[in-house]
């Protein structure tokens, strides 16, 4: 039976003896590794059995290695359904330091990872890494862009806000 020596991981980690979301989420991504955790994104991004369970795990742990590959997929592959998957897992694991890749993202020349890499930024406001008026910046900025996929992640971010905040234009 192969164990886990938590010790080893406590000192890679250098945690001592904090606990927490965080240093879970750390220890799971030591468990795993990068090849686990690549094939936890390949899984969700092929719809193979299990890809809702590796999904939860990365929306949990936020690894940067999961974001990256995310990422990269986005960048450099040839099929626009992969790419669009990979902004949809990206977005969906997303903390602060995915921001500047959603530049590069709004102008892609995929409409749907425009789309999905431009909701992000809700994603990023409800996780407590944007604050309000940074989002204002973005969802004006986004209404205004050339990008039909854009445009419409911004109206339907500021539609949800409008809501929230009871104006009928809340920017």
């Known amino acids: 039976m192969t164990t ?21 989420a750390q220890a799971i991504e ?19 059995e299990g890809y809702s369970a590796a999904q939860s795990v990365l929306q ?14 986005v ?3 040839a099929a626009d359904e992969r790419r669009k998957l990979a902004a949809i897992l990206l977005r969906d ?24 890499g431009f909701l992000t930024h809700e994603v990023l406001y409800d996780r407590g890494h944007l604050d309000l008026t940074q989002l204002e910046g973005h969802i004006k900025e986004g209404l205004d862009h050339r990008s039909p996929g854009v445009r419409q992640a ?7 806000f409008c809501a929230v905040l009871d104006q009928p234009d809340a920017i």
């Open 4 to 24: 886990v020596n938590w010790a080893a991981i406590s000192r890679a980690l250098g945690v001592g003896s904090a606990c927490g979301s965080e240093v879970a």
């Open 30 to 48: 030591q468990i795993i590794r990068r090849t686990g955790i690549e094939d936890a994104v390949e899984c969700f991004i092929e719809a193979r």
């Open 60 to 73: 949990f742990i936020h690894s940067p290695i999961a974001m990256e590959y995310c990422y990269s997929i």
């Open 75 to 77: 960048r450099s592959s």
């Open 93 to 116: 694991i997303a903390d602060d330091r995915v921001l500047p890749w959603i530049a590069d993202m709004k102008e892609d020349r995929s409409e749907d990872v425009q789309f999905w």
């Open 154 to 160: 911004a109206r339907q971010i500021n539609s949800r």
